[in-house]
């Protein structure tokens, strides 16, 4: 099984569970949520929740995303090269405004989405 054939399950309260695709529609169903996780590149990963939202991680620092209320997102703070680089491969394929936030900004949006609370966000 390829890793983008895995997708996350969240059950609030319970640890996360690793399961594949074809399984999305029963688990969230029965109140659960699912977080895709892509990678796109050596140390670039994106999470993508069911709520619209996603993340994108540059090695482990949340940079760049989408909010379903803000639309396209990325970090006002410099980075190495390679981050940049990230950002600019998430950001390469979307249409219209991409708004520039505060490191921190991101860093709380990613935590308002993890699966503790994957409902709240920007």
Do not use: W
């Not at 949340?62 to 390679?82: E, I, M």
């Amino acid at each position: 099984m390829l890793d983008h054939d895995l997708v996350v399950i969240v059950k609030p309260g319970k640890p996360l569970n690793l399961v594949p695709r074809s399984f999305v529609h029963q688990a969230t169903a029965k109140g659960n949520h699912a977080m895709n996780i892509r990678t796109i590149q050596n140390n670039l990963t994106v999470c993508a929740f069911d709520n619209g939202a996603e993340i994108a991680y540059s090695y482990e620092t949340p940079v760049a995303g989408f909010s379903p209320g803000l639309g396209y997102f990325r970090t006002s703070q410099k980075f190495s090269v390679t981050t940049s680089r990230h950002v600019n491969k998430y950001l390469g394929a979307t249409c219209g405004k991409v708004t520039t936030l505060e490191q921190a900004a991101i860093a709380a949006f990613a935590a308002s989405v993890a699966p503790h609370d994957i409902g709240a966000g920007l």
